[in-house]
């Protein structure tokens, strides 16, 4: 088979073939440049069978070697739970894998803002200037991030989310589908927003907020529990 490929061409695998995945495909379907060679998913049962058009080659333990096998520039880690994402990325740093973006083509991106790698960008994603976007983050569909935010490591913000400026995201935060966050608040390591909730002071680490105004439902007991919940989750 010739693989001859353009030298500016992309050749991507998406680990995960779940919903996410789905989505990661379409976006990376946009991008021209990009070749996506097909997904890697932990469920043995669907290995073999194809996904939108595309193969599931085996399952996330052998990236390694189907990526050599298929000449894989680099992988998206396709997975919604954020310890898992992040624990995944760093193994595939190991494994000598590139981490890729998948970064819609409806995206608006300020020029001065700052993305990292294993990045997902969906549909009508707003990145204001001076923004920072930390590794592994995923910015879903029509979330607005005003300027000079800082989204941390592993960080899931959800549809129709509204961040200010000069928010701090610390990492492995959820913020919930809706949810607004208002300027210069920092929301701790692992905290977790609700669906809608309005978030006007600061969340602790750990912690989950709900509601109008924002009102803590949960804290973490103790600083071993919050330090242990910085650890990539095991997979």
């Known amino acids: ?3 001859t490929r353009e ?8 680990a995960g073939a779940g919903g996410h995945g789905r989505v990661v495909l379409d976006i990376l ?10 997904f890697l998913d932990n469920n043995r049962e669907i290995i073999g069978r194809r996904i ?3 193969p599931v080659h085996g399952t996330i333990a052998d990236l390694g070697p189907i990526a050599e096998r298929l000449g894989a520039t680099g992988v998206v880690i396709a997975i919604g739970d954020n310890g898992v994402r992040r624990g995944l990325a760093r193994q595939a740093e190991r494994l000598g894998v590139g981490l890729a973006s998948a970064i819609h083509a409806s995206a608006t991106i300020a020029h001065n803002a700052t993305i ?3 990045v997902v960008i969906a549909a009508g994603t707003v990145v204001c200037a001076n923004c920072q976007i930390g590794d592994s983050v995923i910015l879903n569909t029509g979330c607005i991030i005003d300027h000079q935010t800082m989204i941390g490591e592993g ?3 959800c549809p129709g989310v509204r961040i200010a400026g000069r928010v701090k995201v610390e990492p492995g935060v959820f913020v919930g589908i ?19 909730a309005v978030v006007i002071e600061d969340v602790p680490p750990m912690a989950t907020v709900v509601g109008v105004p924002a009102k803590s439902v949960r804290r973490a007991a103790a600083d071993e529990e919050v330090a242990a919940m910085l650890l990539p989750a095991r997979v």
């Not at 030298?7 to 998406?14: A, E, F, K, V």
């Not at 379907?29 to 097909?38: I, N, P, S, W, Y």
């Not at 208002?182 to 609700?194: H, N, Q």
């Open 1 to 3: 088979m010739d693989i």
């Open 7 to 14: 030298p500016s061409q992309r050749t991507i695998l998406i």
């Open 29 to 38: 379907m946009h991008d021209r440049a990009t070749e996506v060679l097909g």
């Open 52 to 54: 939108d058009g595309l």
């Open 116 to 118: 990292g790698r294993n």
């Open 155 to 157: 960080s899931h913000i």
């Open 178 to 196: 809706g949810a607004t966050v208002v300027p210069k608040v920092t929301l701790g390591c692992e905290a977790i927003i609700g669906a809608g």
